[in-house]
């Protein structure tokens, strides 16, 4: 079992920036599928960003350019740099992890990101 725990969010305006935080409780090298995950009211979690274990990222369309994924195998932490964040933003951002490809298999609690116009 891999108890993964975000940090980080929180309200921030129009155009502001956060930066999460997902601390796994085991080693993070070992997960060919780590990332970072949304979900607004009334909406499917949709995939926000991911990193392999060799650091080649993907993003959604919606945030190229104004968010970052990486991680830090050392601390067994995967960050999100969100800037430019707009109201749209504005969802519960969930960590994902798992080792087989596809949906991954564990998950955080999640933390509340809050775009106010």
């Known amino acids: 079992q891999v108890q993964l725990v975000e940090s980080g969010g929180g309200l921030v305006q129009d155009g502001g920036s956060l930066r999460l935080s997902c601390a796994a409780s085991r080693s993070i090298f070992r997960f060919n599928v780590l990332g970072w995950y949304r979900q607004a009211i009334g909406k499917q979690r949709e995939l926000v960003a991911t990193?392999?274990?060799?650091?080649?990222?993907n993003y959604a369309d919606s945030v190229k350019g104004r968010f970052t994924i990486s991680r830090d195998n050392a601390k067994n932490t995967v960050y999100l740099q969100m800037n430019s964040l707009k109201p749209e933003d504005t969802a519960v951002y969930y960590c994902g992890a798992g080792i087989a490809a596809g949906l991954p298999r564990y998950w955080g609690q999640g933390t509340q990101v809050t775009v106010s116009s």
């Open positions: 990193i392999t274990p060799g650091g080649t990222t």
